[in-house]
């Protein structure tokens, strides 16, 4: 059974700082990774998908990575801003339907 | 092209009335997933839908439950005889034909308050 498993579970930093979130998984059978950024009482917005044959993907500030073998996903938020206070959830999609992280709840800090 | 759409936004039911949540996939995607987010919970994967089929609802509770996504119109999520437990954000997502190995797109979900 695929577990999804994000640390830290909440994180706080000062406006600039560059971070890095980590996402692990048990399966490495996946299809893809996304990682996602929730708003508080509001739905998902996609920030990056990962297919399984990659290594990463970039998109501004955002820098995600996956490693298969190790069962790991990173991503990197260059510069921080505190427009990007959020919760950062990442989900695999493999012979499941996607299994999601429990996320981690950013606070920038200006 | 509007994303997807799901409505209400929120939902207040006593214990042991109906609800019914709806969601229209973004247009020319024909793949529909219900999520539920419990409070302090990640989000749980409920039910696959194509166009009036079930692909996959080993996420649904046994009892109470149920979706479909008929041939014309949103697809419904229905929750029977409502309990407080059922108070969570229930999430819609869509994808386009190609399969479920393409990004899957959240609608603002539905707030359920069962009372």
């Known amino acids: 059974k695929q577990e999804v498993t994000q640390i830290p579970a909440a994180l706080s930093v000062p406006e600039g700082e560059n971070l890095v979130l980590n996402c692990s998984f048990t399966?490495?059978?996946?299809?893809?990774l996304q990682w996602f950024r929730q708003d508080p009482g509001k739905g998902l917005t996609s920030l990056l998908l990962i297919q399984s044959s990659q290594r990463e993907q970039t998109s501004g500030r955002l820098n995600a990575s996956l490693d298969k073998s190790s069962g790991r996903s990173t991503l990197y938020i260059a510069a921080s801003q505190p427009g990007d206070s959020a919760t950062y959830l990442c989900a695999v999609i493999g012979n499941t339907p996607l299994v999601f992280g429990k996320g981690t709840r950013l606070s920038v800090i200006a | 092209n509007a994303g997807v759409m799901q409505n209400p936004r929120h939902l207040v039911r006593r214990r042991g009335q109906e609800a019914r949540l709806r969601c229209s996939p973004m247009k020319g995607h024909s793949h529909v997933y219900w999520y539920r987010q419990l409070p302090e919970e990640g989000l749980k994967f409920m039910v696959y839908l194509q166009k009036e089929n079930i692909i996959d609802e080993s996420g649904m509770p046994k009892e109470r439950f149920s979706a479909e996504f008929p041939k014309e119109g949103p697809s419904i999520l229905r929750i029977q005889q409502v309990v407080r437990g059922d108070s969570a954000a229930y999430f819609c997502?869509?994808?386009?034909?190609?399969?479920?190995?393409?990004?899957?797109?959240f609608g603002p979900g539905t707030r359920l308050l069962v009372l």
């Open positions: 997502a869509s994808s386009p034909p190609s399969g479920n190995q393409e990004t899957q797109y």
């Open positions: 399966d490495s059978a996946i299809y893809n």
